[in-house]
């Protein structure tokens, strides 16, 4: 419990501290070992011509679940990098709050995998996204 | 030449007119039947956590430009939903201008294929991506 | 269960009048809707240049066991075709027994979604796949 | 000149060494640094359920052309294994001969990537792929 809220404390600095998270409008919602929620509010200025929440949103969002997770299972000092991203887009998403929940498979000693969940606010699953990561402890 | 021209201008009014690619930052560069290029200038907020451009903002730029390309070459009425993303992270990228140029590789009658390269502005390979896209025509 | 068995007929069925899952060894080992597992007997055959499983061999059974989930919650008369593949080699795979579970993650009018873990005799994951399928009903 | 012979010298050597391409009826036709070109005859037995080339055929022989064309550039004692692979499937394949042409896009420390064609006798373009490879130095 103390471990997780530490945890989620820390991984919430790391969002406050990032304009990029600050701009996209990415909440940290929940942290475990593995496996880390973010969410946004999707208003008009996330949806594309069509009037759908733009597939690089929810890529975008998949893609720091799936970064966040990884990082929790990390040793200090090691980094990582998305080296290829992929995702399904299942069913098109719309205005309001979208949540991505981010999942290691596997950390290795340079790769890790993981995967994530991004739904709507209704619990519609509205993509599927995958990651292959570089997580090498960079030469000093 | 005349009809590029009118590509481009009507391509342009489309990104102008929307929420989205404002928000994002993401013009039009160049647009000719099947191929699109999209730029935008990645400052302070468009970086991650280790200082390098979100993978999710140069997903976001690939898919513009590969939506568009796909777009220049359907029918009035036809649209297009990217359905499925993927993309490899080839060099990290800094803050400056990036450009991605999407390509239609194939356009059949429920399903498009396209690729993309994202470079930034000393030409060097940033992603590469490729997206596959349904282009039905709605049933009224 | 009267289902199920049927079910399990009809693919095995399916499978044994295919030269290539004959050539391929693949075995029908599960099937319940939405669910498919099959295996084949990984040998000096199969094996690459490194001695390791050839990763076309696991995205084939992974193939294998997504279009067949699929099949089995499609309407007699449609189809389903690939359209994208995607497979994330976690672990090498050495010569013994391989299973591939598929999942289907949603079936829509046009397209369906599915899913697949690949693992060895002793219960490691090797690979992670996805599948974007094209399911329509052919035009007469 | 010689060193482009001497190099498909020495990869018509690894496949014909190879149980499995052998038994996959992979062929070797072009080497140059970074590109290689394979092939194979689809006969009956590489055909599925519905008459068309196994999509995993397909991934194969993809696979293939990238890894030799990774091996192409890569110092002796260097390997390479793909990490990921995706693969777009544009165009139904038949029966005859099948090539595939691999390319690097870079090749790092750690990590390469490639794309491949896959074409029939005609030129058409059946499939479009891109792996993800790890190219280390195993430890000693």
Chains 1, 2, 3, 4 share one sequence.
Not at 42 to 67: C, I
Request: no cysteine; charged share 25%.
């Amino acid at each position: 419990m103390v471990e997780e809220n530490a945890l989620l404390a820390e991984l919430k600095e790391r969002l406050h501290d990032s304009d990029f998270y600050r701009w996209a409008g990415i909440d940290l919602v929940e942290a475990s070992p593995g496996r880390v929620k973010v969410a946004f509010e999707a208003g008009p200025r996330h949806v594309n011509l069509q009037g759908l929440v733009h597939g690089g949103m929810l890529a975008t969002l998949a893609d720091t679940a799936m970064g966040l997770a990884v990082r929790t299972v990390l040793e200090p000092g090691r980094r990582h990098v998305t080296v290829q991203l992929g995702v399904e887009f299942l069913s098109p998403g719309k205005a309001g709050r979208i949540v991505a929940e981010g999942r290691t498979l596997k950390i290795g000693r340079q790769l890790g995998f993981a995967e994530a969940d991004v739904k709507d606010a209704g619990g519609r699953l509205l993509a599927r996204a995958h990651a292959t990561l570089s997580v090498t402890t960079p030469r000093s």
